[in-house]
């Protein structure tokens, strides 16, 4: 899906500031890495899905389709012009934080891919990743409030993906910033009104994004007591533990409710593993995880492009061990 969307220019959803009318420009002109697969942090993840795919299946039939793909893409020049576009006046908050995390994730993709190409890939986006990584701390240096909603400005989100990526890369300072921000925002959480959720297009729960980022900053003896403490009785709130009703999956936000019950079941996951064997909790969450991926798993390949552009990135992350 992705080999075919990411050279889709239309339609575009552009979330775009004219700093003048010299900025009246198509999505292409505009972005000409990440302007395919309807929006920005789509394009993003829609490559992060490809690296991942040939990074657990080397042999894929499309590798050297994926190969031409990012050669014609992934070039200094052209990554070049991506960057000067966050640098222009007014742009601080464009895809923040959703699109800072999943580009901080391609870039680890990019170094942990086998790729023969992958470290000329790298290379190119090198500068949009410093500033992606420069503007993620300034935002942290100033957020005096976690944002909690369940789509692109959720807090949590972005940063459990960025905390991989420092991790992963050994850049102490980002990792110190957001462990520290996180337990700022979070480590006294509790009884989260879970039993509110979902909202009416949130592809991602606050609820259990959060959960997920703080398996990610606790320690495996204190992350349990935090999350009783936080979804006490987790087991018993159907809101969250039964998937979500999608009316009409062609409906560009209603649809998201499919990536919801795709990325609550990847939560899910990393929950079990940091919560002990005789957790009460344990069978029912094993249990929602397949309900949640059998309600959407179906609306991935094939469906309308309001899914289609994006929903395989979040099957594999519910589908990965």
Known sequence: MPLAYLRQEYPNHVMHLLNDEGDVLSP?????????????HSAVHGYWLLLRCLHLYPSLPVADEVTALFDEHFTPELMERETAYFRAPNRAPFERPYGFGWLLALDQELLMSKHPRAAAWHAAMRPLTAEIRRRLLDYLSKLSYPIRVGA????AFALAQSLDYARYVKDTELEGVIVASSLRFYGKDTDYPAHYEPGGDEFISGALTEALLMTKVLSDDAFPAWFDAYLPRVAEVSQI????HVSDPTDQKISHLDGLNLSRAWCMKHVLRHLPQTHPARAALTDSIQRHIAASIDQVVGSHYSGGHWLASFALLALEN
Do not use: L
């Open 152 to 155: 692109h400005f959720n807090t």
């Open 241 to 244: 533990m039964q998937p979500a």
């Open 28 to 40: 292409r002109a505009m972005h000409p890495v990440f302007y395919g697969c309807y929006d920005w």
